[in-house]
């Protein structure tokens, strides 16, 4: 069974910058959808950003479009999110997350996700 481990995650001042990797360990993930999700304190896990089986396609979420970028590199088996203007409401612990799905079904809701790391906690404060 694959697993997924994440890293990077920290505290930052508002307007920061932060950026996360995940690396599967256990099997590989290069042609399957990879996503990151994120869960604050007494609310459920939300969608984030999915990214195909080639990093051509990417899908974000309205909350997030246009300061974080997913990306991946099969060479290395990795996935990032680089994470920009950081604001006190991205404090959460952010998964990564992949699907038996193969390719560029990227799909947005928690239960169409097969695989999950332990998480990692961003903190978004000054």
């Known amino acids: 069974q694959g697993q997924l481990v994440e890293s990077g995650g920290g505290l930052v001042q508002p307007g920061g910058s932060l950026r996360l990797s995940c690396a599967p360990s256990g099997r590989s993930f290069t042609l399957n959808v990879l996503g990151w999700f994120r869960q604050a304190p007494g609310l459920e896990r939300q969608f984030v950003a999915a990214i195909g089986w080639n990093g051509a396609i990417t899908r974000y979420s309205d909350s997030v479009k246009g300061r974080f970028t997913i990306s991946r590199d099969n060479s290395k088996n990795t996935m990032t999110l680089q994470m920009h203007s950081l604001n006190p409401g991205d404090t959460a612990v952010y998964y990564c997350?992949?699907?038996?799905?193969?390719?560029?079904?990227?799909?947005?809701?928690?239960?169409?996700?097969?695989?999950w790391g332990q998480g990692t906690q961003v903190t978004v404060s000054s």
């Open positions: 997350a992949a699907r038996r799905a193969r390719f560029n079904d990227l799909t947005t809701t928690v239960d169409t996700y097969d695989y």
